[in-house]
DNA sequence: TGCTAGCACTCGGAAGGCAAGAGTGCTAAC
DNA sequence: GTTAGCACTCTTGCCTTCCGAGTGCTAGCA
């Protein structure tokens, strides 16, 4: 990796903070007058044109301030910036909300995107956890009508999955109740793969054809979840990007649309880290025909390491608070950890 | 309201299909030209300006075309405007989705969503069907972890609801089947007040305080449900708006997003249309202070009339594709209907 | 060797002027 | 009631000019 120099640093540290707030290049008087490292103008710009060289910073055209580049903001990034943690009463705050709201994951992850836009000015992305390899806890099935009715399945890692059953001919309740209730037995704790094999044997007994198609129905369930295609995404804060100097040529604004409302693009960002390390951020990319080439992507992974992974996110222009995002989406992150510890905690180290 | 000639009518049709297509205002050679009237442009442009007297077009500029106003538009969708129904491929291919997809109402929600915004090329709109008045219908208590558990609710149109609980003590699963069954036999079919009478009651005998608790719980969640507040709205497409040349300038884009983004926003949009008679179409606002001013939405209910009434929409610009829109509308709806008929049509019914 | 002052140079953006083109509104005649 | 003709208006694109910001270079200084 490059060395730069004290001052080379202080310059593009400068630069990137100054350009981050004002969306305008910035030149080397400015740099002169606000940074104080008592040295003129015409110096800065030779240090200046040694940051151009070592690509750290370009021009958008000759006679015109610094502006950082990808890998500008990714050295400032790594070595340069200042943690800048939320405060204690944003951070109550937010707790709070948290508790307030009712018990359930699809409200907290509601929530999360919207305080993390909020907090980060930039467009929130939450995806629930989600187990790679889960094992049958408890079926239910409800009558709704003569033929008809509900499957309620419920995992290991405690999702819940409905499934509405429409039966080729009448069924009870009471036939539905010893279905489950066989169906619990003989399904107990089995893995996916182990609850194929068990749905496509022999069920043979009573109530048999029903057995088999509620049966196959749920391995098929626990298959969609484990393939973590299809999981829901959360976002809030579009608005916020579109606010961005840089997206007034819609075009722009187009492809990040593009890519944020598409959940499949999304999970493809996701795929781009791995999340076991903590907060990770993408910026820019190399690809000029990328959708998201002049955005930056914060993200943190939540739940319960390598039990089940979510994916809180924050996506913004490259021009970024880097520092307060990264701090909202580690403390919400940490946040949802800690709500998903408190109930499902124990039992999984356990 | 005003009578129009049947020429007026004419052009009046001829100007709004013109400028829905090609966004640019429209001149009286234009019409004169390829509208088959037999008449020179100049009486088109007599014809011009009574409509425009009239309100029903307006002028960007002095030495520009025509633009309808939202008062054309409303008259065009009145009176003027051809249905213009899908064609059966179409319609074949939209139930041939929906029947791959998994049997699994947020899941044909999100497929609506992705279809409509497809078909009607705008910002589609899907909202759950919700009952303004349920019943209990069945709980069931999972144990998680020694302290922690799920409690699923299911409610007597067939919403499936879940909340985290975590209890203050050990409790077993043996415990939570015991409370649950009780549960289950006391709420049997109560509605929301009556439950609520009974949750606050004396409830006596063992594991009380469990009981008390859970059955607030559930009181909470019919209640939340009833109140329609928080359900949650499916959306997709909002590319195809930003794609319309009326939202160059970003500050519209903003507009609509900020629109799009808020629920309570959208829920409010829901509320000014009745939306028992089949399709309904606001266009525009008188308001100038609108967010969607410039914007038509294109709604229809779905649902089982009068017990759980879900809505699926379009917002796009005033210059959309009306006939199609509504075609496209209509049929979701009658599809996602027909699809929740099967399921709860017979009891509900009977 | 590093720093600085000075200066010519470049380029984008704003402002102004001009011509072309589109479309109107009016009038007089059919 | 309809039409041809025409003057008028207003946008759009284009060109030019001008200004200022900021650079890059060079020569001189410590």
Known sequence: ???????????LGYVVGEYI????????DTICQSCGLGVSSATIRNELVALADQGFLSQPHTSAG???????YRYFVERLMQRSELSLSEQTMIRHQFHQVSQDLDQWMRLAATVLAKMSQGASLIAAPQSHQTHFRHVELISISEATGLMILVLQDGSVHQQMMVYGNPVSQEQLSRVSNR???QFANLGTAQARAKALGEMGGEDEALVIEVSRRMVDVM?????????????????????????EEIERARQVVRVLEQDSALEALFGRVQLANGVQIIIGSDDQTDDIR???LVLSGYGLPGEADGIVGVLGPM???????????????????DLLHRLYGEQMTG
């Open 294 to 296: 002049d955005c930056s």
């Open 183 to 185: 169906l619990n037995a």
């Open 223 to 247: 298959y969609a979840y484990e393939s973590q295609s299809n999981r829901e995404i959360y976002r809030d804060g579009l608005v916020h990007i579109l606010g961005q100097p840089e997206f």
């Open 66 to 72: 610094r502006v950082p580049t990808a890998k500008g």
């Open 21 to 28: 707030a004002t969306a305008k290049a910035v030149g080397s």
């Open 1 to 11: 990796m490059d060395e730069l120099t004290q001052r080379q640093q202080d310059i």
């Open 319 to 337: 021009r970024m608070q880097y520092g307060r995002t990264v701090s909202a989406v580690r403390y919400v992150a940490g946040v949802m950890s």
